[in-house]
């Protein structure tokens, strides 16, 4: 596809607005969900906090790769990076809700300066990931509609929010890791 496709990219604008409403309204109200408390017989997956910040490391990482590899010139490459940092960033929100679901939060037990930059961290991370997700969005359809100076113009927003959520997550990770039962 050589021509910008606006119209395609109009058809997508519904879904990217559904889908920044809808996924962290499933994500609050599942968030809120504990199945061993409704009843359920599950074991708690307290296993996951940390394979979920490694794949917000490595989401860190492909982010990275992918900046690097479009200044480059290598737009395949770039193209493939974004699509599994894409699904690494799917992947983190599955583990992440199945986590909450299965386990009672964990509370930061740190006081003192160190309980202010955890929750500055904390607060960050959490609403720019909600903001991050139309950002996401918009980019890849403007990539993918050929959209290539729209989707440049958004993709220098979107790369420092999106690297700035996937590194707090892996701090704010290894600042609670400590208090895990």
Do not use: Q
């Not at 058809?11 to 969900?33: D, M, R, T």
């Not at 990275?64 to 960033?89: C, P, Q, Y």
């Not at 903001?131 to 989707?151: D, G, M, Q, W």
């Amino acid at each position: 596809m050589n021509a910008i496709d606006t119209d395609k990219e109009k058809k997508y604008n519904k879904w990217i607005v559904a889908l920044s409403v809808i996924i962290p309204l499933a994500v609050a109200a599942l968030f809120g969900v504990n199945l061993k408390k409704l009843g359920f017989n599950v074991e708690p997956l307290t296993f996951l906090p940390p394979i979920y910040a490694a794949i917000n490391g490595l989401t860190a990482i492909i982010l990275i790769l992918a900046v690097v590899a479009i200044k480059s010139k290598n737009r395949k490459r770039h193209e493939g990076l974004m699509k599994f940092a894409i699904m690494l960033s799917v992947l983190f929100l599955l583990l992440y809700i199945a986590y909450h679901m299965t386990s009672d939060s964990t509370k930061f037990g740190g006081e003192g300066v160190i309980a202010y930059i955890y929750y500055f961290i904390l607060i960050t991370h959490i609403v720019l990931s909600v903001i991050i997700i139309p950002f996401v969005l918009i980019t890849y359809v403007r990539a993918i509609t050929n959209n290539i100076e729209r989707h440049k113009k958004i993709a220098k927003i979107t790369f420092p929010l999106w690297l700035y959520v996937a590194i707090t997550g892996v701090v704010v990770y290894l600042m609670i890791s400590p208090y895990y039962v």
